[in-house]
């Protein structure tokens, strides 16, 4: 009798084994469900990027405020009659300024009080 329980139970035991351990037994099913959700997390990731890339191709394509800006930001760009201005933070130093390679102005008012003329 002792026998026989003890074959029923090796049975019982190999017959599980596939169940819990083999190919697409429980173990495997739930490491595949936790790597399924891996994927589905990075998928997301990468649709919110796509969506956020076809808006700004689509806003290329049809105004021009977006090239405008890249412009501005990626090529230093400005518009005519723009100041540019640059505000550091305490702990940078400031570059330093080039003499600049336009010619002087003449001053406004000369000794006889007659306007001056030019001519080239």
Do not use: C
Not at 19 to 36: A, I, N, P, T
Not at 43 to 53: I, P, S, T
Not at 74 to 97: A, H, S, T, Y
């Amino acid at each position: 009798m002792r026998l026989l329980l003890l074959v029923l139970v090796a049975l019982a035991g190999l017959i599980q084994y596939p169940l819990w351990m083999g190919r697409g037994g429980w173990l495997s099913v739930w490491d595949m469900q936790e790597h399924v959700a891996t994927q589905r997390a990075i998928n997301d990731g990468l649709r919110a990027r796509n969506v956020a890339l076809l808006a700004e191709v689509d806003d290329l394509r049809t105004g021009t405020e977006a090239a405008e800006e890249r412009a501005r930001a990626e090529l230093g760009m400005m518009r005519q009659g723009e100041l540019f201005v640059q505000v550091l933070p305490p702990d940078v130093k400031p570059p330093e300024l080039k003499p600049s390679t336009k010619p002087q102005r003449p001053p406004a008012s000369s000794s006889s009080g007659k306007p001056t003329t030019y001519t080239r």
